[in-house]
């Protein structure tokens, strides 16, 4: 088999000429993959949706011909077509996903014709549908071209390898090993061979050895079960220890397939009242959530991108990512295994379902491709299988789709968990809960509604609720600008003070309950959210550690470090609120480090041995002028580490620290002040009569009905966020959601409008 590269030399267009399908590009720029046609509009709202094309000139040699050729795409957001020499020869509308495609019937000797259209606007089957964070266009991961013997391991199921490895605990450092998979033969013919399956440690030795003797006609389907003993375990960040399989696929002693499987064996265990066990010791999930996209490239990383997004979650300790809300590049889930990094993996089953298609083919289409494709990832421990679905609407029809989901999950792979993260306005008796194995919930107490300190009450009331389900929180989080600071933080400030404020509660708030199994700081870094404009910066989502670019890591970044890594550190908080205008301060370090000692020029402020990761020193006086702090930090060997900043006692406050706040969009909040809610008496609905339950769709079917909605609320059906929900959400559902605060009140006022308005008037 041979493996070729095909990222150089793409012509690529937006201009949407069906005539590409075989005309070769008469205007194009030449663009190397991956590549996003969003890498610089995807913080934009008009960032450009459609269909794109690239081509690519593809010469086949007479040798080459004589064999079995396949175009392997990485991923294309989020349809795509591909076109050989004027013939569609494949598609997909798993936008994350790797697919491939078999040429042969296409292809001629010669030169050949490669043009793929790429989608990235709306289609009602395809998901995501909604949902925060930009839907980039573009072949944005890496395209090769396989040329395969007659005799080969399977490259058409939907998944990577063609081979499939499980690993069961047997017994202390026994364990059981699967080897599954398929053998391809392209010829009519029956052909033989064998199949040389070796085990190697890190060290190179073999610990494994079994062969195969196969006769294939057109397909061969093998399994094989040993026992490994003597296993160095896969212990997470503590010890990433990997085996490879080699797998050689052999005929006439010359060998016609190959592949190397990094393998760990491990054995995880969860419980609802103790948490997590890796290899029988107890773990809380310190985990961090992560998006596919980077400032300047969209969504086209590279492995340097990835590689900087893997050290900068090293450095703070994480044990455990939630690679949200879609399948990742390979590579990445490549990187977990190899730095021991537990990974919760989904798919974009998020927001809200499609309402045309009841089967709900496409994320199912999406789950078999992330299981298969990345199925022989040890870091992997669960399959998430939906993402706050009920935003909308939560219904019998919704509980479905997600049980049909699970049930695929456990029937593709059962040696694995299976996940759900819930919007917080799932009741803890919600039918939800009793799909999955583990339930997540997606909280922010303390930014969207209530306070803080109500992260802990909520986790409390749903463990007395379910008792037998575990939970954790798969997100928490702020917006967060750097540029804004505070002496007095608090909510939707977008400081980084509040930020530190309100993560140092949520950390402490899930170490506190060992029924808790850990949670995800959402986000690791800021992501793209085109439709977003917010915290002084537009089309970004601004609630990670480290800004999109990955230059400027904000003051929260380091408390985690500060509880989370086990390598010294020390760093002051506050290091761009440069400009301070109080003559008394509170300085914080934050450290992993007990005794700590702040100095202000050459004097000596205070010192403190505490095992808290924010040491505050209290009212610490600033001269006017510049003031050059240090804080120092000892080990218990006695070794030194430091930090220093430099802050400028001014007269008066620096303005540009605070937000200004302009006239925000006025979406559905409040525009109802104007209605009478006092003395409102519950009315009795009538069957046959539109309601605050009825879809606003429906409601819109209907003048009079509609009349109603827009006297409540405007043009609120304009907005973005509901207008892509319409066939899914009620006035009713809308009240569940906190950000638009409508009162109970207003749905009997409302009622009382529509429950006399026939539905069957205009028929």
């Not at 990433?240 to 265990?269: H, M, S, W």
């Not at 086990?566 to 509170?586: C, M, S, T, Y």
Request: proline fraction near 3%; charged fraction near 25%.
């Amino acid at each position: 088999m041979k493996i070729i590269d095909l990222n150089d030399k793409w012509y690529f267009t937006k201009v949407n000429n069906p005539a590409y399908v075989l005309e070769e590009m008469s205007e194009a720029e030449i663009v190397t993959l991956p590549h996003s046609w969003n890498a610089e509009d995807g913080h934009e709202n008009s960032m450009f949706k459609g269909k794109c094309w690239y081509q690519r000139k593809l010469n086949i040699s007479e040798e080459d011909f004589k064999k079995f050729i396949f175009l392997e795409i990485g991923a294309a957001g989020n349809v795509s077509e591909i076109y050989v020499n004027g013939q569609l020869a494949g598609s997909s509308k798993c936008g994350y996903a790797m697919y491939r495609v078999s040429l042969n019937s296409f292809l001629k000797i010669g030169k050949n014709l490669i043009s793929i259209m790429v989608d990235n606007s709306r289609h009602e089957d395809v998901y995501p549908l909604m949902a925060d964070f930009t839907f980039y266009g573009g072949l944005y991961r890496e395209v090769k071209l396989i040329i395969a013997n007659a005799l080969h391991f399977d490259l058409l199921d939907n998944g990577r390898d063609g081979i499939y490895l499980t690993q069961k605990y047997i017994d202390e450092n026994i364990f059981e090993l699967n080897i599954k998979g398929t053998v391809i033969n392209e010829y009519s013919c029956v052909n033989e061979g064998k199949i040389e399956f070796n085990l190697f440690d890190r060290e190179k030795n073999i610990v494994f050895s079994k062969t195969t003797n196969i006769e294939v006609s057109r397909k061969f389907q093998f399994s094989i079960t040993d026992k490994i003993s003597d296993v160095v375990l896969w212990q997470g960040i503590e010890n990433p220890y990997l085996y490879t399989l080699k797998a050689e696929l052999i005929q006439n002693g010359v060998v016609c397939d190959l592949r190397n499987i990094e393998i760990g064996f491990r054995n995880i265990k969860i419980t609802p009242d103790k948490g997590v066990f890796l290899n029988g010791k107890p773990i809380k999930i310190n985990g961090v959530s992560r998006h596919h996209d980077f400032a300047g490239v969209g969504n086209a990383l590279r492995k340097e991108h990835m590689d900087l997004d893997m050290s900068l979650i090293k450095e703070i300790g994480a044990n455990s990512v939630r690679l949200s809300h879609y399948q990742h590049n390979d590579y990445f889930y490549s990187l977990c295994d190899r730095e021991g990094l537990l990974v919760w993996a989904e798919i974009p089953f998020i927001s809200v379902p499609t309402t045309v298609d009841e089967s709900n083919q496409n994320a199912k289409d999406q789950l078999e491709k992330l299981i298969k494709q990345a199925y022989n990832h040890s870091s992997i421990y669960c399959w998430g299988i939906q993402n706050e679905i009920t935003i909308a609407v939560e219904n019998e029809s919704i509980y479905e789709k997600v049980r049909e989901l699970e049930s695929m999950a456990k029937a593709l792979d059962p040696s694995r968990f299976t996940a759900q993260a819930n919007i917080y306005s799932v009741g803890d008796e919600s039918p939800l809960n009793l799909i999955t194995d583990l339930v997540g919930y997606n909280l922010y107490y303390g930014w969207y509604y209530k306070e803080m300190q109500d992260l802990g009450k909520r986790l409390d009331e749903f463990h007395k609720a379910r008792p037998d389900i575990p939970v954790l929180v798969s997100e928490y989080g702020v917006d967060t600008n750097p540029k804004f600071h505070s002496y007095n933080p608090t909510v939707k400030d977008y400081t980084e003070e509040y930020q530190l404020l309100f993560h140092d509660n949520a950390i402490k708030t899930i170490n506190e309950r060992p029924f808790v199994l850990g949670g995800y700081q959402w986000n690791m870094f800021d992501f793209g959210s085109n439709n977003r404009d917010e915290g002084g910066e537009k089309g970004k989502n601004l609630k990670g550690l480290v800004t999109i670019d990955r230059k400027i890591k904000k003051d929260a970044f380091y408390l985690y470090k500060a509880n989370w890594s086990k390598v010294p550190f020390i760093h002051l908080a506050g290091k761009k609120f440069v400009n301070r205008h109080e003559e008394l301060n509170d300085i914080s370090v934050l450290s992993n480090l007990e005794h700590i000692k702040l100095f202000v020029g050459d004097d000596l402020i205070g010192e403190t041995h505490s095992k808290e990761a924010i040491k505050t020193f209290k009212g610490v006086r600033l001269p006017l002028g510049e003031n050059y702090i240090k804080a120092e930090g000892y080990d218990k060997s006695g070794n030194a580490y430091q930090d220093y900043m430099v802050l400028n006692r001014v007269n008066e406050a620096d303005k540009s620290y605070t937000l200004v706040k302009g006239e925000e969009k006025r979406h559905v909040i409040n525009w109802f002040e104007k209605f009478d809610l006092t003395n409102v008496q519950e009315v009795t609905l009538k069957e046959g009569y539109y309601s605050t339950f009825d879809t606003l769709e429906d409601l819109y079917k209907n003048e009079e009905a509609k009349a109603v909605f827009i006297k409540y609320f405007g043009d609120a059906k304009e907005n973005p966020w509901l207008k892509s929900m319409m066939a899914l959400t009620s006035i009713n559902s809308m009240s569940k959601i906190s950000r638009l605060n409508i009162p109970k009140e207003l749905l009997t006022v409302i009622n009382k409008e529509l429950n006399i308005i026939p539905k069957n008037k205009y028929l």
